[in-house]
């Protein structure tokens, strides 16, 4: 065992990716009191990004214990490393702060689970949100609410339907429909949040009924909800989710821009600047042949593979890190801040991981979270 007092000095200045935090996170379980310790007393927030990192389940137990600490940088550390963990165990510990303060972070840590056990007390507390008066208000149909309501529990429930998607169950996506529309005419509401959340939702289940009402969200007034609409047809990575891309871009109404190129060319291997006006770059794109029932990466069919060598572009890291988590429901680094990471330790990663589950992998599978999903309607 190393001299941990001296590790945990060493990870203060060094910063949670320096070679003493990396000692302790190999450690694992036998540090965390320590750490814990130490954090409480020099209150020094790289020794959160050392226990966020810990990847010993046979921590969940004491750090289950922090969840209700009143230091509220130490809870929140610890709600993210027990998903991390992915230990069931924790459950019935994140279920109880659904309906307390602190529930989005349990929302969160549930939704990293990867197991069934979490979603039932998800779906419970989303439909307690489905049967409340503001959710029925916003189900009407109207398409703007004149009157003010309480919206932060359709943020809640948009977060919800993000952690039960993340888990496989699909069963509420319908409730989807009127988040992504929601408008108010109230200026302190949070419309423009629950729709960004209820768009972000859609990057974690095959979107198959929801084109029609993605495209018209590329034109929603809220910059932030236009980028996750980019976002959620790029994880399809059909040809019909690239056509409607490119029509945005042909329109001009989907900035940011520079993100809906970076989609774009990942998408097809070609830079849409490339091309000297959106009609070549249209006519390009009827002349190819993509097939239909198949996810595309740069080109060709996609496989997990052809992600690795992307996250060597210091711009394209933290964009590549986020869609292979959404891929393979794994969790490949501290996503927190990425430029903390080096692209080889993240490539390191990812070809463990496609090594132990590459062959089971057919060219041109659409991926959530490790399971593959079905073409139909894409």
């Known amino acids: 065992m190393p001299n941990v007092d001296e590790l945990l000095e060493n990870a203060r200045r060094e910063g949670p990716t320096g070679a003493a935090a990396q000692e302790l996170i190999a450690a694992g379980e036998p540090v965390v009191e320590p750490l814990i310790s130490t954090y409480r007393r020099v209150e020094e927030t790289a020794l959160l990004g050392v226990l966020r990192q810990l990847r010993d389940p046979k921590a969940a137990p004491r750090v289950a214990e922090l969840l209700d600490d009143e230091d509220y940088d130490l809870a929140a550390a610890a709600f993210e490393l027990l998903g991390r963990l992915q230990d069931p165990s924790v459950v019935p510990n994140l279920a109880a702060f659904l309906s307390r303060p602190r529930g989005s972070l349990a929302v969160a840590a549930l939704g990293e689970l990867n197991d069934a056990a979490a979603i039932p007390p998800l779906k419970e507390a989303a439909n307690d949100i489905l049967a409340s008066p503001e959710y029925e208000l916003v189900a009407s149909g109207a398409d703007e609410l004149v009157e003010a309501i309480d919206d932060s ?54 979107i198959r009924p929801l084109y029609p009402l993605l495209d018209r969200a590329l034109r929603d007034p809220f910059s932030e909800v236009r980028s996750a609409v980019v976002d959620a047809l790029f994880y399809v990575g059909s040809a019909r989710s690239m056509e409607i891309l490119l029509k945005a871009r042909e329109t001009g109404v989907s900035e940011p821009m520079r993100r809906l ?28 042949d993509y097939a239909p029932q198949t996810t595309y990466r740069l080109g060709k069919p996609f496989e997990p593979s052809d992600l690795v060598p992307l996250l060597a572009d210091p711009v394209q890291k933290e964009l590549v890190a986020r869609e292979l988590q959404i891929v393979t429901g794994r969790d490949f680094g501290y996503v927190e801040d990425l430029d903390n990471l080096t692209a080889e330790e993240l490539q390191r990663r990812v070809e463990d991981w496609i090594d132990r589950v590459g062959p089971s992998i057919e060219p041109g599978s659409l991926l959530k979270h490790g399971r593959r999903q079905s073409h139909e309607g894409l």
């Not at 109230?186 to 729709?195: C, E, F, G, K, T």
């Not at 070609?270 to 190819?288: G, M, V």
């Open 153 to 206: 529990s359709l943020v809640d429930l948009s977060r919800l339907l993000i952690a039960l998607f993340k888990l496989g169950d699909e069963e509420l996506c319908e409730h989807i429909r009127p988040l992504i529309s929601y408008r108010s005419a109230d200026p302190y509401s949070d419309a423009d949040l629950v729709r960004t959340e209820a768009v972000k939702a859609c990057q974690h289940f095959p």
């Open 261 to 288: 190129r970076l989609r774009l060319r990942d998408l097809t291997a070609r830079d849409p600047d490339d091309f000297a006006s959106s009609e070549e770059l249209l006519r390009w794109w009827r002349l190819q």
